[in-house]
Nanobody
Framework: QVQLVESGGGLVQPGGSLRLSCAAS????????MGWYRQPPGKQRELVAT???????NYADSVKDRFTISRDNAKNTVALQMNSLKPEDTAVYYC???????????????WGQGTQVTVSS
């Protein structure tokens, strides 16, 4: 199986910064997209940012000037640097990876457990 382990969540004041990290491990042949999604209280999960294996990025409009996604293909990790945080950024943040476990498998989505980010004064 594949495991995604997240770290870096916590409580910050408005205007502060956090860096989320996610490491994929287990049976991994290759990884296509990696990304971050979030689920605010009472709302459905939404895309935050994604990044391809070649480094092409995509951001939600609400975060594109404040957040930066990056990855290290050699380490199978993805990070999300979050700056100028706002209360509306409060959510559970989930790491996502599109993983091919072997040459005999197709790509499948895997998800981390989620990490809480709370922005409050």
């Amino acid at each position: 199986q594949v495991q995604l382990v997240e770290s870096g969540g916590g409580l910050v004041q408005p205007g502060g910064s956090l860096r989320l990290s996610c490491a994929a491990s287990g049976s991994i042949f290759s990884i296509d997209h990696m990304g971050w999604y979030r689920q605010p209280p009472g709302k459905q999960r939404e895309l935050v940012a994604t990044i391809t294996s070649s480094g092409r990025t995509n951001y939600a409009d609400s975060v594109k000037d404040r957040f930066t996604i990056s990855r290290d293909n050699a380490k199978n990790t993805v990070a999300l640097q979050m700056n100028s945080l706002k209360p509306e950024d409060t959510a559970v943040y989930y790491c996502n990876a599109e993983v091919r476990r072997s040459r005999f498998h197709t790509y499948m989505d895997y998800w981390g457990q989620g990490t809480q980010v709370t922005v409050s004064s």
